[in-house]
């Protein structure tokens, strides 16, 4: 049981360039999240999926797109990084637990991508 | 507008004392708050939550703390331990957001021996 998985772990690209971020989780969550932070602040929230073949932007999605591929895997793309886009990317995936029905979300180690 | 604060960057305590994380949010919507633990190099781990209609909420050393009248929330570690010392983020959702949530900065936790 790996809980979420994210590949690469760092990555450098140049401006302009193009690449995907993997997230897959294994704990058969219908809710995925991708999120940045930036140093010295909180998480913002890129976009979701709610449920397989359902996709919702968040706080922050311009310069990204996604897919939601299964109920395991939810992908993050940049089709032109920009340096702006530097950061450290984290996805998770969300249960709502029984008691006191708070949705409780398990992230991944995170990417670290640096724009030069 | 950012609707969670948390207005300390950093805290140092030492082990064994109390430990004491502020939690500041506008949007009286919220349904529930948590808060997460992040180590370096690592993704946050959920800790604790508390539901908007309780007031407190207790797990072990972990205590967090509700006051809706003042938007506040407040996470107690007691006794403190050098492996609290951490990033802990504040965050909140509402009940019909499929798990959304709204985090704070972080404060950074430093538990001294």
């Known amino acids: 049981n790996a809980g979420v998985t994210q590949t690469p772990k760092f990555q450098v690209l140049k401006t302009g360039q193009s690449m995907t971020l993997q997230c897959a989780q294994d704990?058969?969550?219908?809710?995925m999240y991708w999120y940045r932070q930036d140093p010295g602040m909180g998480l913002r929230l890129i976009y979701y999926?709610?449920?397989?073949?359902?996709?919702d932007k968040g706080e922050v999605p311009n310069g990204y797109n996604v897919s939601r591929l299964n109920k395991r895997e939810f992908s993050l793309r940049l089709e032109s990084a920009a340096p702006s886009q530097t950061s450290v990317y984290f996805c998770?995936?969300?249960?709502?637990?029984?008691?006191?029905?708070?949705?409780?979300?398990?992230f991944g180690p995170g990417t670290r991508l640096l724009v030069l | 507008d950012q609707q969670v604060k948390q207005n300390s960057p950093s805290l140092s305590v030492q082990e064994g004392r109390i430990s004491i994380l502020n939690c500041d949010y506008t949007?009286?919507?919220?349904?529930?708050f948590l808060w997460y633990k992040k180590y370096p190099a690592e993704g946050p781990t959920f800790l604790i939550s508390?539901?908007?209609?309780?007031d407190k909420n207790e797990d072990g050393r972990f205590t967090v703390f509700l006051n809706k009248s003042a938007k506040h929330l407040s996470l107690h570690i007691v006794p403190s331990q050098p492996g609290d010392s951490a990033v802990y983020f504040c965050?909140?959702?509402?009940?019909?957001?499929?798990?959304?949530?709204?985090f704070g900065d972080g404060t950074t936790l430093t538990v001294k021996p």
């Open positions: 998770a995936s969300s249960v709502r637990m029984d008691v006191g029905r708070v949705w409780t979300q398990y």
């Open positions: 704990m058969n969550h219908n809710s």
């Open positions: 999926s709610a449920s397989e073949g359902t996709t």
């Open positions: 949007n009286s919507m919220f349904d529930y």
């Open positions: 508390i539901s908007s209609i309780k």
């Open positions: 965050a909140a959702q509402q009940d019909t957001n499929a798990g959304k949530s709204t």
